[in-house]
């Protein structure tokens, strides 16, 4: 895969030594005007020198899309080394305000949004795109396989209420990033379908709450009330162009992709889709790989227009994400179960 990326250079300081002109007319400088001129002089070659001595940065996208920042330090006896880390908002900032952006002309260039300080501050160390409350719950009640403890959830209720509460206070807003806002609005599905479990608790399948779950208009969010469905179609799916998305929601079924036992956060969710996009081609009860026959989730046959554009072809999504690859075999659905999955 090319790497897309822009160099980052801090900016140059440029020191301007005047001087007069030899003329008839001028007189001769005098040794202090003289000394002055050196020393403007040897600013200026100081500050070329310090300004080819500092250190650079390359923002850079990594094979799962996630935008990295390797940065290159000299050490006090002079090597060179470097470090790389997730370009998170506080980096990106750092960077913005250190030097200026330099685009290599011969690939197209990476949007790099940088995020606002905080939308909401309930005190200084808080920080709602860090998702704490959220993972608190998700580490607590759900296994690392997927399985909710539902009826855990709802004996701690508060703790659930105050998570809503906080997706309701801090609604996507101009200044967010993209990464920011993907991930609020696959949180968002994950913990409202949780929440509608939980209401109608004990359940043996969110089918059986109502004839259409998904179209049930219950989640307040921004002023407006949307459904599971909106979420997902209206939202998701229409704004962020991303099959991946299909493998971070939770339909609360057995047969739907696990449900990440902790929350998505925006420096790592491009990741965390790829960690489960491969979780889930790769688990054979959700997917039956054979010579001649494949049997593969329902997902691909509800959503193929989005694992099939640029004439591409749903083997080949797949096999991007697995390690044995598919060619010509026959494709069937598994059939999909409702079962809850506790």
């Not at 704490?132 to 209420?161: E, P």
């Not at 002023?223 to 939770?250: C, M, W």
Request: aromatic letters at 10%; proline letters at 4%; glycine letters at 4%.
């Amino acid at each position: 895969m090319k790497t897309r990326t822009f160099y980052l250079l801090a900016p140059f300081a440029f020191a301007l030594v005047f001087s007069s002109c030899n003329d008839s007319s001028t007189e001769t400088p005098s040794d202090e005007n003289d000394n002055e001129t050196k020393t403007e002089q040897k600013t200026e070659s100081n500050s070329e020198t310090e300004t080819e001595n500092k250190d650079k940065a390359i923002i850079s996208l990594d094979e799962d899309g996630n935008q990295v920042i390797t940065r290159v330090e000299t050490k006090e006896d002079g090597t060179k080394v470097e470090r790389t880390v997730p370009a998170t908002a506080e980096e990106l900032r750092e960077i913005a305000e250190e030097g200026v952006l330099l685009k290599d002309e011969t690939i197209p260039p990476v949007e790099i949004e940088i995020p606002e300080e905080k939308v909401v501050e309930a005190e200084d160390n808080y920080n709602f795109h860090e998702y704490k409350n959220l993972n608190s719950l998700l580490s607590t009640y759900v296994s690392s396989s997927g399985n909710v403890n539902y009826a855990g959830i709802k004996a701690n209720k508060s703790k659930l209420d105050e998570i809503l509460k906080e997706f309701e206070s801090n609604y996507p807003g101009s200044g967010w990033s993209s990464a920011q806002k993907l991930t609020y609005w696959i949180n968002a599905y994950n913990i409202y379908t949780i929440k509608l479990i939980v209401d109608n608790f004990p359940t043996s399948s969110i089918t059986k709450i109502t004839a259409k779950p998904w179209h049930k208009k219950f989640i307040q969010l921004g002023g407006q009330t949307y459904s599971l469905n909106q979420i997902e179609n209206d939202v998701i799916r229409k704004r962020f162009n991303e099959p991946r998305i299909h493998f971070a929601l939770n339909c609360a079924s057995e047969s739907c992709p696990i449900l990440l036992n902790r929350a998505y956060t925006p420096g790592s969710v491009y990741g965390q889709m790829t960690t489960q996009t491969k979780r889930f081609l790769n688990d054979t009860s959700k997917n039956t790989y054979g010579k001649k026959e494949v049997q593969i989730s329902q997902i691909f046959q509800w959503y193929e227009e989005d694992f099939t554009k640029g004439g591409k072809t749903v083997f080949d999504f797949i096999n991007k994400y697995r390690t044995d690859q598919l060619d010509k075999q026959k494709i069937t659905y598994k059939e999909y179960s409702w079962d809850l999955n506790d």
